[in-house]
């Protein structure tokens, strides 16, 4: 059984960051590819952010820039550095891993909300 623990999030006023994390225990393959995804209430889940084993990455156009993505394999767990926060990067966040692709395996969600 996999299982994969957020944490990191929380209430952040505009212009702050946050650090999210998510670590991936239990039994499986080696991880290729580990992400996150969130979803704004009333919108559908949006990618945000995706590394490779080797590193590679690719960003939402959104969040480019102000948003870095790593991970740590030998600890299994993936991070996502927010700066910046903007009000419309309120949302549930879910971290993602997977073999060729994202979607094997999910987080349960963590709530991001940017607010004065």
């Known amino acids: 059984q996999v299982q994969l623990v957020e944490s990191g999030g929380g209430l952040v006023q505009p212009g702050g960051s946050l650090r999210l994390s998510c670590a991936a225990s239990?039994?499986?393959?080696?991880?290729?590819?580990m992400g996150w995804y969130r979803q704004a209430p009333g919108k559908e889940r949006e990618l945000v952010a995706t590394?490779?084993?080797?590193?590679?990455?690719n960003y939402a156009a959104s969040v480019k820039g102000r948003f870095t993505i790593s991970r740590d394999n030998a600890k299994n767990t993936v991070y996502l550095q927010m700066n910046s926060l903007e009000p419309e990067d309120t949302a549930v966040y879910y971290c993602s891993i997977g073999g060729l692709v994202l979607g094997d395996y999910w987080g349960q969600g963590i709530q991001v909300t940017v607010s004065s």
């Open positions: 590394i490779t084993r080797g590193l590679t990455t």
């Open positions: 239990g039994s499986f393959f080696r991880i290729n590819v």
